[in-house]
Nanobody
Framework: QVQPVESGGGLVQPGGSLRLSCALS????????MGWYRQTPGKERELVAD???????NYADSVKGRFAISRDNAKNMVFLQMNSLKPEDTAVYYC????????WGQGTQVTVSS
């Protein structure tokens, strides 16, 4: 069974940084399109960043230049480095693995507040 598991969320002040981690069990991260999504109450889940099997990355306009997605095949993990965080980045962040079907993690809360 393929299962992404997120970690690394928390409370951070505006302008601060966090790194989210996603460990993938049941499959190799290099064989999936791995993505980070986020969701706030009353809104649809939205793409933050993803990385293709070939290593190409894609970012939402709202996070370009501030966030970076990366993948460590040896550790079978995907990361989201988030810098210059803003209050509007507050959300539950989800890791997604996509190949023949989509697999979601349980989410990790990120709160940006002073």
């Amino acid at each position: 069974q393929v299962q992404p598991v997120e970690s690394g969320g928390g409370l951070v002040q505006p302008g601060g940084s966090l790194r989210l981690s996603c460990a993938l069990s049941g499959g190799g991260v290099s064989m999936y399109v791995m993505g980070w999504y986020r969701q706030t109450p009353g809104k649809e889940r939205e793409l933050v960043a993803d990385i293709s099997r070939g290593g190409s990355t894609n970012y939402a306009d709202s996070v370009k230049g501030r966030f970076a997605i990366s993948r460590d095949n040896a550790k079978n993990m995907v990361f989201l480095q988030m810098n210059s965080l803003k209050p509007e980045d507050t959300a539950v962040y989800y890791c997604r693995a996509n190949r023949d079907r989509v697999y979601w993690g349980q989410g990790t809360q990120v709160t940006v507040s002073s």
